[in-house]
């Protein structure tokens, strides 16, 4: 079974940009979550969509926004990017109970020059 | 407020020797508790969680930990540390009210380096 994927791996975007990650998750998952992980604040919960509804959202800023498609692949996005925005960002796919473990991609590392 | 802490930064131990690292937590309701592993360059690779019944879970690579509901604690332990195993470590817990168990709240991390 294929596991969780991330595009792309690497990103350079320069202030004031925006962007797009995407993430595929494992076959038969529903439940997709994005991560944000910094030296400085750690690993943060970002956003959750199952069945292409956001069922819950972390402490971010409205610039930070996803969506789920009908295959189960999401997308987040990061407009008018500051310096701070700058991290590693982790999807993860989960199965539907509750107690099932999350799955994570490799991430995509994103840089605000 | 809800809160994991993974009091090392750092843990060394030399190998063949037994490991512990350290998570306590703090959230309201019957949470559900997990241990991950972060190699340079990776992403989470899961290890082994805590949902409910024997206090004392196994998991990946030789991995268990223990589940302390009275002192909110569940700590990772192997008994005999390899060097393959140097990586960063991860406590993360879900619970209903604080967040769902849709969203896994993370301890900051504790560095694991094994010496030959």
């Known amino acids: 079974k294929a596991g969780v994927t991330q595009t792309p791996r690497y990103l350079i975007k320069t202030r004031g940009q925006q962007v797009t990650l995407s993430c595929s998750p494992i076959?038969?998952?529903?439940?997709v979550s994005w991560y944000q992980q910094t030296p400085g604040q750690g690993l943060q919960f970002l956003f959750e969509?199952?069945?292409?509804?956001?069922?819950n959202k972390g402490n971010f800023p409205g610039r930070f926004s996803g969506r789920q498609f009908s295959n189960s692949r999401s997308e987040m996005n990061v407009s008018t990017l500051e310096l701070g925005d700058s991290a590693l960002y982790l999807c993860?796919?989960?199965?539907?109970?509750?107690?099932?473990?999350?799955?994570f991609g490799p991430g995509t590392r994103l840089t605000v020059l | 407020a809800q809160s994991v802490a993974q009091p090392e930064d750092q843990v060394n131990v030399a190998e063949g020797n037994p490991l512990t690292v350290k998570c306590t937590y703090s959230v309201s309701g019957n949470p559900y508790l997990f241990w991950y592993v972060q190699y340079p360059n990776r992403g989470l690779q899961f290890l082994l969680k805590?949902?409910?019944?024997?206090?004392l879970v196994k998991g990946s690579y030789g991995f268990e930990a223990e589940f302390n509901k009275s002192q909110t604690s569940f700590h990772l332990k192997k008994p005999s540390a390899l060097v393959s195993d140097s990586a960063l470590y991860f406590c993360a817990v879900s619970a209903p009210f604080s967040g769902g168990y849709n969203k896994l709240i993370f301890g900051a991390g504790t560095r694991l380096a094994v010496h030959p």
């Open positions: 993860a796919s989960r199965g539907t109970e509750p107690y099932n473990e999350q799955f």
């Open positions: 805590y949902i409910t019944g024997d206090n």
């Open positions: 969509y199952f069945s292409e509804t956001q069922r």
């Open positions: 076959s038969g998952h529903r439940s």
